[in-house]
């Protein structure tokens, strides 16, 4: 609106036909015949805004480092940013996107791995966790603050979980790094908060490899 945002959720029908609106409460359900199993949550139209915030540029994921990979257009298979200006969604046409910042997949070993940890965070966790969104926490998940400056490694905690030695990463202590503890649910709230029930094992090995391989004997 002029002053104000709000968040709908969908649900799709079970033929594909159309999407029906969601309760304001939102939604929670099982999905059937899923293997494994699994339950889905419509989010309710505050969870919404806990997620799409001020901070984070409210819609989320379209910026120009996370639009900047390849995706399926029908029978091709084309960079996303080179596809929508092609298709004449900028005022202007777009070259050059493989010189643009983009975001590294967990399991692309071309790029480093520190690359692929800090554009997990800018894509998890960035709308929620850097200077000015409102949320507890002393960390910022912008890849555009180095890491040594974004109180990552050994960085102070607004919750220890109970262990004044915990930190959001101790270098070569997976036990004390309380964000794997988070991703976990390992007696804490588990992140993210809302939105999902399935941990993410991939970010989970990411991280872990990261802190006992990468950073040991590293100080921020």
Avoid at 48 to 54: A, I, L, S
Avoid at 78 to 83: C, G, L, S, V
Avoid at 109 to 114: G, K, R, T, Y
Avoid at 134 to 148: I, L, M, Y
Wanted: charged share 15%; hydrophobic share 35%; with cysteine.
């Amino acid at each position: 609106t002029a002053s104000d945002v709000y968040g709908l959720t969908y649900k799709w029908r079970a033929d594909q036909s159309d999407a029906d609106l969601v309760a304001d409460t939102g939604l929670t359900e099982a999905i059937p015949a899923a293997v494994p199993a699994q339950t889905w949550r419509y989010p309710s139209r505050t969870e919404c805004r806990v997620c799409h915030t001020p901070a984070g540029g409210f819609a989320l994921s379209f910026n120009t480092a996370q639009l900047n990979r390849s995706g399926i257009f029908g029978a091709e298979t084309r960079n996303q940013i080179a596809a929508l200006s092609a298709a004449g969604y900028f005022s202007t046409p777009v070259s050059g996107v493989h010189a643009m910042p983009a975001y590294a997949p967990a399991g692309d070993s071309s790029a480093s791995l520190e690359w692929r940890v800090r554009s997990y965070l800018a894509v998890n966790c960035v709308q929620c966790h850097q200077p000015g969104s409102g949320a507890p926490g002393n960390w910022d998940a912008r890849s555009t603050t180095p890491t040594d400056l974004a109180n990552l490694i050994w960085g102070p905690l607004v919750n220890d979980g109970g262990n004044p030695d915990n930190r959001w990463c101790v270098p070569g202590d997976v036990s004390r790094s309380m964000i794997l503890h988070r991703l976990l649910g390992n007696g804490v709230p588990r992140m993210p908060p809302l939105g999902t029930f399935e941990r993410d094992t991939a970010a989970e090995q990411l991280l872990t490899e990261w802190i006992q391989t990468a950073l040991p004997g590293r100080r921020s």
